[in-house]
């Protein structure tokens, strides 16, 4: 996104106009819908901002949904993930098939100084895309059936 700040973000929130400045800032091409609250990064990570609880989360979505047939071998493969993660949880939604890993960050009635909050939310960011980048090709393995959901623990990076 070239003009970080368009006119449609006259009516945002201060904390999503905060998380797209910030991400600009670190050189990231960012997609927003103002009116949703919501932006897209590169191919797979996508951010949502809740005013009501003044939090960011951003999520690392596998582009396709997991075949039905896969979702059982995933029921038993990430709490064994989740187990390894401090700051980001592997999430699957057994009623459409979305697998992603979700980080956030919650601000609430904190006053953090924009250069504050903008690296809290890079290590969100950070730690997403680390997640998925480790996580996610063992994920892939359990959908193909290439790996034994219980076997997990022995394939991390």
Known sequence: MTDPLPEAAESASDLLTAS????????????????????????????????????????????????????????????????????????????????SVRAGLEIGDVDVPEEVFAALLGNVLDEVERAWRVYGPVLEAVIEGRLDPAEVAGHWE
């Open 20 to 99: 797209v400045r910030a991400l600009v800032a670190r050189g990231r091409s960012v997609e927003v819908d103002w009116e949703l609250e919501t932006f897209v990064l590169g191919d797979v990570v996508m951010g949502v901002v809740m005013s009501s609880s003044r939090s960011v989360v951003l999520h690392a979505v596998r582009p396709q949904l997991v075949p039905a047939g896969a979702l059982v071998n995933l029921v038993e493969a990430v709490p064994r993930i989740n187990t390894r993660l401090s700051t980001s949880a592997v999430e699957v939604d057994l009623g459409t098939g979305a697998l």
